[in-house]
Protein backbone atom coordinates (compact mmCIF):
# COMPACT_ATOMS: atom_id res chain seq x y z
CA UNK A 1 0.00 0.00 0.00
CA UNK A 2 1.39 3.50 -1.27
CA UNK A 3 0.35 6.30 1.48
CA UNK A 4 0.85 9.34 0.24
CA UNK A 5 2.00 12.31 3.37
CA UNK A 6 -0.30 14.89 3.64
CA UNK A 7 0.50 17.86 5.79
CA UNK A 8 -2.60 18.78 7.85
CA UNK A 9 -1.14 22.24 9.46
CA UNK A 10 0.34 25.58 8.78
CA UNK A 11 3.67 26.82 10.93
CA UNK A 12 4.50 30.43 10.52
CA UNK A 13 7.12 31.70 12.57
CA UNK A 14 8.51 35.49 12.62
CA UNK A 15 11.33 37.43 14.10
CA UNK A 16 10.26 41.15 14.03
CA UNK A 17 13.01 43.83 15.16
CA UNK A 18 11.15 46.93 15.94
CA UNK A 19 12.11 51.01 15.65
CA UNK A 20 10.57 51.53 18.47
CA UNK A 21 9.09 49.16 21.27
CA UNK A 22 6.04 48.97 21.85
CA UNK A 23 4.16 48.39 25.88
CA UNK A 24 2.97 45.36 25.92
CA UNK A 25 -0.35 46.58 26.18
CA UNK A 26 0.12 47.92 22.85
CA UNK A 27 1.53 44.66 21.27
CA UNK A 28 -0.90 42.56 22.61
CA UNK A 29 -3.62 44.36 21.37
CA UNK A 30 -2.43 44.11 18.11
CA UNK A 31 -1.84 40.73 18.54
CA UNK A 32 -5.87 40.35 19.18
CA UNK A 33 -6.74 41.91 16.09
CA UNK A 34 -4.21 39.97 13.75
CA UNK A 35 -6.17 37.25 15.32
CA UNK A 36 -9.23 39.06 14.42
CA UNK A 37 -8.07 40.28 11.11
CA UNK A 38 -7.26 36.52 10.37
CA UNK A 39 -10.91 35.46 11.22
CA UNK A 40 -9.42 32.83 14.08
CA UNK A 41 -11.52 32.00 17.10
CA UNK A 42 -9.29 32.79 20.28
CA UNK A 43 -10.54 29.93 23.30
CA UNK A 44 -7.94 31.37 25.75
CA UNK A 45 -5.04 33.41 26.52
CA UNK A 46 -2.17 32.64 28.96
CA UNK A 47 0.32 35.41 29.83
CA UNK A 48 3.49 35.57 31.78
CA UNK A 49 6.08 38.28 32.71
CA UNK A 50 9.16 37.90 33.14
CA UNK A 51 11.11 40.11 35.60
CA UNK A 52 13.27 42.83 35.37
CA UNK A 53 11.52 42.43 31.17
CA UNK A 54 9.75 40.83 28.46
CA UNK A 55 6.86 38.45 28.04
CA UNK A 56 5.59 35.55 27.02
CA UNK A 57 1.53 34.75 25.59
CA UNK A 58 0.19 32.06 24.16
CA UNK A 59 -3.12 31.91 22.76
CA UNK A 60 -5.44 29.05 22.44
CA UNK A 61 -7.47 29.06 18.99
CA UNK A 62 -10.28 26.43 17.65
CA UNK A 63 -7.37 26.50 14.90
CA UNK A 64 -4.28 25.80 17.01
CA UNK A 65 -2.46 28.24 18.58
CA UNK A 66 -0.35 31.90 18.70
CA UNK A 67 2.71 32.58 20.84
CA UNK A 68 4.60 35.67 21.54
CA UNK A 69 7.89 35.41 22.97
CA UNK A 70 9.30 39.36 23.59
CA UNK A 71 12.73 40.64 24.27
CA UNK A 72 11.99 44.82 25.11
CA UNK A 73 15.61 45.51 25.68
CA UNK A 74 16.44 44.07 21.82
CA UNK A 75 13.32 45.75 20.40
CA UNK A 76 12.63 42.25 19.14
CA UNK A 77 10.17 39.61 19.39
CA UNK A 78 9.48 36.08 17.87
CA UNK A 79 5.75 34.91 16.49
CA UNK A 80 4.81 31.66 15.57
CA UNK A 81 1.17 30.31 14.46
CA UNK A 82 0.24 27.12 13.52
CA UNK A 83 -3.19 25.86 12.15
CA UNK A 84 -4.98 22.89 11.52
CA UNK A 85 -7.07 22.36 8.05
CA UNK A 86 -7.44 24.24 5.24
CA UNK A 87 -9.15 27.59 6.42
CA UNK A 88 -7.44 29.51 8.52
CA UNK A 89 -4.08 31.21 6.94
CA UNK A 90 -1.52 31.92 9.32
CA UNK A 91 0.09 34.49 7.00
CA UNK A 92 -3.19 36.89 7.43
CA UNK A 93 -2.16 37.71 10.99
CA UNK A 94 1.75 38.50 9.95
CA UNK A 95 0.22 40.74 6.80
CA UNK A 96 -1.62 42.54 10.03
CA UNK A 97 1.83 43.06 11.56
CA UNK A 98 3.53 44.00 9.15
CA UNK A 99 0.86 46.95 8.14
CA UNK A 100 1.10 48.11 11.83
CA UNK A 101 4.54 48.02 13.14
CA UNK A 102 7.15 50.01 12.95
CA UNK A 103 9.69 47.50 11.55
CA UNK A 104 13.46 47.68 11.10
CA UNK A 105 13.80 43.93 10.12
CA UNK A 106 11.63 41.22 9.84
CA UNK A 107 12.46 37.37 8.92
CA UNK A 108 8.78 35.06 7.96
CA UNK A 109 9.51 30.87 7.69
CA UNK A 110 6.46 28.94 6.38
CA UNK A 111 7.05 25.67 7.58
CA UNK A 112 4.17 23.58 6.13
Not at 48 to 77: D, R
Amino acid sequence: MNKVYSNLGKLVTVDFLLNKWLKWTELSLLCEEALDFSKMTVLNKQYHYFKPQGETCIWLLSESHMAVHTYPENKFFALDVFTCGEEANPNKVVEHFIKNLDIRYYNVNNIM
